[in-house]
Nanobody, 124 residues
Framework: QVQLVESGGGLVQAGGSLRLSCAAS????????MGWFRQGLGKERESVAA????????VYADSVKGRFTISRDNAQNTVYLQMNSLKPEDTAVYYC?????????????????WGQGTQVTVSS
């Protein structure tokens, strides 16, 4: 079992930055690939980014490429999402998720563990 707790959300103006953190506890953190997803009001949950268990591979949604960076610190059992040049359309609840295996995935159905989410609001 893996427990995930997100933090770092908040209110920011367009063009600003936020860094989300996801702290994991339970089974060995390093064996899981990690992903960030988001769900805007009235929208389906979508993949934002994912990172391999070793941190050497990552994938991003086209809408955030060049603005967001996913990283992880296995020693700290934490995965991060650095969000720069934020836009109002980035407003959503952001969730981190964990899955077994080495390959990062953008498929929600492939993730086994989920955090409770953290709200990010970008004002125009």
């Amino acid at each position: 079992q893996v427990q995930l707790v997100e933090s770092g959300g908040g209110l920011v103006q367009a063009g600003g930055s936020l860094r989300l953190s996801c702290a994991a506890s339970g089974r060995t953190f390093g064996i899981y690939t990690m992903g960030w997803f988001r769900q805007g009001l009235g929208k389906e949950r979508e993949s934002v980014a994912a990172i391999s268990w070793s941190g050497d591979r990552s994938v991003y949604a086209d809408s955030v490429k060049g603005r967001f960076t996913i990283s992880r610190d296995n020693a700290q059992n934490t995965v991060y999402l650095q969000m720069n040049s934020l836009k109002p359309e980035d407003t959503a609840v952001y969730y981190c998720a964990a899955r077994g295996g080495k390959i990062p995935s953008q498929r929600e159905s492939e993730y086994d563990y989920w955090g409770q989410g953290t709200q990010v609001t970008v004002s125009s």
